[in-house]
């Protein structure tokens, strides 16, 4: 028996499930690799916590099985399984870490094994959504504690004290009165025949007692083999016989292949075939493109075979997408009412009977992830069984496409997930490793499927392009008493299935129908949009276009009223409470119980006060210099943040300082927090710089980093700091991949507007302060 | 036939003279520490450092470097200890870590050339090689840190 929390299963979790014992067959199907003790475990009670979360609702749920995620060799050696995809979040060494805390484990005597994709055996992999840490901190924390008390007993019994005289000191289990010591790997045959502790039993380390976990001390555990480029990445696997290919895919979406001439390509040295590869018509999920693929013996003789290649398109239903002619569509739809997704009192006569309207229509492009390392895939089929190797955010998604894709069972899929060179939410759409999968197939070869920046740039799953219109309505003094927001944009659901015209859920649940201010007339409306691009996740989604939009409006009020950009937004933000979002049909909330994630205004509030205190707002700055401030809730954390820009006569622009607070809750590992929200200012200052993937006769307009630029060292801010806020015993952990971006842009244009008085309502900044 | 010296060990090639080193290196090699990110000289993931000098691997190709010296991240020490990538572990510069190895070879030509870089040196130096995960402040932390002994 297997102990899998499905989804309707896991909110009645209050209770410990059944306990199993493993036979050493379970050991060595379980972690061959490590031996020895291998726990099956128990389930805690769920109610030592005071918050629930969403994860039961994902994919397969949460798996509480230790035997999964640890095993103790003879020689005291821990593995720990981290079954989430690192792509610089340090996931990989923070989930393991809360393992090793529970157990009072030695960290240098830890090793880390990435799980393969399979989500029956180890739960919801999906890493995405910024939800490892949220989901797996208290799970984690059990499996640990579980090992541990287990070790603890084994120690006890062997040495005929009760189990309460004993207890686990680094890596060892001490009895304190004798003064004896065992070794974990000592016990680790013997903590595998005790009984698998009830959770009446479970005690968690009290917090007073943690060496890792909220320190920051750990760096991550691929630290060394990155700095020696052994770190092995998607493209750095090699497999015997390996053949590399490119392909070369239509241009436009929804287009297809007519003909192609090879003759030129197989003429390039090194180049062993031209073939059709297999396309999917769009909208198809992560179905790959199609077109021509050319197999080398390396992936430059591919690359120049590609170039060779004679090719005819045609371009279907979307040839004639014109980014300049869409945003006119999006910015006449959005001033015409829509679709009413949330509504407290009648901002329609509010608005009519104000003093003053302010209005503000925000435009942001479609972007490209341009994750460093391009979408990349090993597959090595032979008969029906399928091996990948790939950077995937979705190991078990993948593992599922692949096998629907190749028409054979999952089981005979095996997903082994490599480290990712970034991801930011393209990497959670596996149609590059489906690609290698069919090629591999057709050739009776394994094959390395590359896309070059070029690929990655024109066939990407792009962020949406967006109208965000706002109007504030006013009364005498000033008082925000009307608040009516239009969000514009094609949903990332129109790559699921045809015709899907408005957002889903998800969408309209990031910074529309959560905005927190207190405003007693609110309508959020949602007008029609239809794609013609692949549309998917970009790091923040929707918080994007609509933080920017929101709190470039707060700022617009300000202006409006005279008053400081910070002490408007506090107004603004109101009382501190719990946002009441009974008017929404599905607020979403990032799939978290709202009673656990609330939208708490006095947390939005704390990090607006925090970080213009920290980040001294309002201090003289010299000319040519000026401060923005932004707030925003995203992936249930809280993260506000001031820019300095200083802005030449030329209309250059340099960011001198950036201030950031975050509220993430109970957290594991400050350290990777502070580098996240470092690299959320520059992926901030990146879209809004240069963020734009536009399209002419349906084809994407730029190419590589020379037209897609994005921020590189000598444009850096020459400082970020980031202060977190210190959790309550309680609060729930929050998202931290994600929840840096969204407030930059805004920040900054708003520090745009101080220092210059223009406001820039189009993103990117472009060219416009050089006018 | 072209010969050159690949982390002080001969090499030969007898496949396409135009190749980008790099497919040498990764592909036919297999030192995939040197990494792909754009193939037009824009990133800076594939640097290599030809005898003393900091060169983008996905724009050089093979015939130009015949007879010359080719360090790659595998051959910059032989444990891994250069001042370099020791101040790179001391300031946890890595994100997902994918630019890191052209980051490294680039600062370690920098340090070659300019032993104490000053602040807008090292980010003009450093200005070709772009992490997409934003680890810059930390980048430049450790070529300082590096510049000053670790
Ligand atoms: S891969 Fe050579 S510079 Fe980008
Ligand atoms: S660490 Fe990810 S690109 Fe630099």
Redesign the interface.
Known sequence: MNFIQNPGKLRGFEKSISIEKITRRNILKGLSAAGGFVLAAPVMSRQAFAYQTGAGAMPHGIVLDPRVFVAIAPDGIVTIVAHRSEMGTGVRTSLPLVVAEEMDADWSKVRVQQAHGDEVRYGNQDTDGSRSTRHYLVPMRQIGAAARTMLEQAAARRWGVPAAEVKAVNHEIVHGASGRKLGFGELASDAARESVPGMEGLKLKEAKDFRYLGKGQVGIVDLHDITTGAARYGADVRLPGMKYAVIARPPVTGGKLVSFDPDAALKVPGVEKVMQARGWPWPSKFQPLGGVAVIARNTGAAIKGRDALKLVWDDGANGKYDSVAYRKELEEVARKPGLVVRKEGDADSALKNADKVVVGEYYLPHLAHVSMEPPVAVADVKGDKCEIWAPVQSPGGTREDVAKTLGIPEGNVTVNVTLLGGGFGRKSKCDFALEAALLSKEIGAPVKVQWTREDDVRHDFLHTVSVERIEAGLDKSGKVIAWRHRSVAPSIASTFAAGAVHQAPFELGMGLIDMPFEIANISCENPEAAAHARIGWFRSVSNVPRAFAVQSMVAEIAQATGRDPKDMLLELIGSPRIVNLSSVKDPWNYGEPYDSYPIDTARLRKVVELVAEKGEWGRAVPKGHGLGIAVHRSFVSYVATIVEVAVDDKGKLTVPRVDTAIDCGTYVNPERIQSQIEGAAIMGLSLAKYGEISFKDGKVQQKNFDDFPVVRIDESPQVTNVYIVPPGPDTPPSGVGEPGVPPFAPALINAIFAATGKRIRSLPIGKQLEA | MIKLKINGQEQSWD??P???L???L???I???????????A??G?CTVIVDKEAVRSCITSVKDVAGREVT???G?HPT?DHAV?KA??QA?V????????GQ?MQAAALLMDNPKPSHDQ???A???????????????NAVHLASTGV
């Not at chain 2, 890595?94 to 190895?101: D, E, Y």
């Open positions: 496949g396409d135009d190749l980008p790099i497919w040498l990764r592909d036919e297999g030192l995939t520490g040197t990494k792909f990110g754009c193939g037009q824009l990133c993931s790659t991240i595998e910059l891994g990538q790179w572990r946890n890595p994100q997902c870590g994918f630019c890191q190895a490294i090292i980010r003009e450093m200005s070709g090689n772009i992490c997409r995960c934003g680890c810059y402040q930390r980048i430049e």
